[in-house]
DNA sequence: TTGCTCCTCACGTCACGTGAGGTGGC
DNA sequence: TTGCTCCTCACGTCACGTGAGGTGGC
């Protein structure tokens, strides 16, 4: 009993659908919504009526932005239970998305209003001794790096409590090329006093302490930075982050504190 | 008394900022964030730490993703009130885009949730007389649609007053093309009695009531556009809009109605 | 002198828009 | 037969990423 459903051009499925005769050829070349016939002789597409709950599926999801890789694998879903996570996945990427920008706007206004403005950052400058520690490194991007400690720092806290307790915070040792690439080789670690462990290298460093999100970093790297140069460093060698206070600590940003440590060349005589 | 600030490397100044090392290159040829020297025989540039603030900036502004065009147009702003307007503005143009986002959502929800799905669109066919009206015509784009309606229709409404009354509700004829490019010949009309008012023609049409937002239009576009294909219709031909319930009316989306009518070709003998 | 940093092309990405140049359908 | 629709390249857009191939600086 289905009624036949007719077929239309593609300037009549553009007109039923809002979508543009371009756009329905890129949707046809990346396999999202191919017609429904082609006439082999002059290419002349053909669309069903039958077509259209799709594309509008299709308009809708575009509206949010799904990238059209996603789009197909929507589209071609087995089932509608497929179908509907891969959608609910999407607006859950949709509303990290958003709340990364609502963080941002808030990051640009703080700026703009000057809190905690030009050098207010306080530099010093220590020697750190040789720390031994249970360690893990692994090459991360900057989006992984939040999922990757929280991951990794709880099984290292772990490790440290069967090994006779922590000695100190936490921390990460960053390759310097890693705030050039967005991506590299990062190693966190958790001092133990256990003979057997790793050791992280010491030496003299520049240090400031960063009271905020993680995303607010950057302010803090300016202004320790700046020292760098003026202590006569060269802003290369890895860098050492302590978390003093970390987000298993505190679910207030504002509470967070974060150390800072770049290293400076060996002393000169003087 | 200022202090000579010192004067970094590219590859200091991008660990110093947590811009790529090509970013910096981009923004140097786009004239966002140039070097404080360039080395004319090597082409090596020199960054100064007092460009840290503006890299600050420039970083927070494309993370709220303003274009870089826009961003030049911050860096190079002669005095801070002009900054603080283009940053504003922007921001502005940032919650209508979360606007438009989440209203995409729910969009997509209530697709998903199939509210008035599946031809519960009533279609009828219509003989609409010719009408005299007063009318406005412009090339108007889909984006700027709404704000043009906004603007000239009062102005048609508050003409049709002085014209003894509007005689029916308004609407808008839409160059086919429209649909398929998001763009082309908008006329907008109000009906009145006068004589030397302009002709909108009438003719054969289909016709369907949408009850709803206008970016949920598509839907009641593709259950008409089914109608006219199995009343022989070609698809072509100017489509009319009337707009019953209009937002000057109400401040509910879900309260707006609007007639579309999709012209016919004329009836055959049988 | 050896690495390391830096340089300039130049092509790739993403989702189409926009002609260019040519052909089918009524 | 004349317009109109449709077709396939192929280049443009945007903000960079990613090598390729070569040179300067310590």
Redesign the pocket.
């Known amino acids: 009993m289905a009624e036949p459903t007719g077929t239309v051009?593609?300037?009549?499925f553009s007109r039923l659908t809002h979508l543009?005769?371009?756009?329905l050829?890129?949707y046809h070349a990346e396999g999202v919504l191919a017609p429904s016939a082609v006439?082999p002789a002059?290419?002349?597409?053909r669309y069903g009526l039958d077509q259209l709950a799709a594309a509008q599926l299709v308009r809708r999801l575009?509206a949010v932005r799904m990238?059209?890789?996603q789009l197909r694998a929507v589209v071609l879903a087995p089932d509608d239970a497929t179908r509907q996570a891969l959608i609910a996945a999407h607006l859950g990427d949709l509303r990290r998305e958003l709340a990364e920008t609502a963080a941002a706007v808030s990051s640009l206004q703080s700026l703009l209003s000057g809190a905690g403005s030009n050098g207010a950052v306080a530099v010093s400058v220590r020697a750190l001794p040789d720390l031994s520690a249970l360690t893990c490194t692994a090459d991360v991007t900057r989006e992984s790096v939040a999922a990757w400690c929280a991951d990794v720092f709880p099984q290292l806290y772990a490790a440290a409590g069967r090994a006779g307790g922590a000695t100190g915070p936490g921390g990460a040792c960053y390759d310097d090329t890693w705030f050039e690439?967005d991506a590299g080789r990062v190693t966190a670690f958790v001092p133990v006093a256990a003979p057997g462990a790793d050791v992280v290298r010491g030496g003299r460093y520049a240090v400031a302490l960063h009271a905020g999100a993680f995303t607010e970093l950057d302010r803090t790297y300016a202004a320790l930075g700046r020292e760098v140069v003026r202590l006569g460093g060269d802003l290369?060698g890895p860098i050492v982050e302590r978390y003093l206070v970390t987000p298993a600590d505190t679910s207030d940003p504002r509470g967070l504190r974060t150390e800072v440590c770049w290293p400076l060349p060996p002393q000169e005589e003087s």
Not at 9 to 12: P, Q, S, V
Not at 42 to 45: D, I, L, Q, S, V
């Open positions: 051009t593609i300037g009549e543009s005769v371009r756009t050829h890129h006439d002059t290419g002349y597409r575009r990238p059209v890789p690439q290369t």
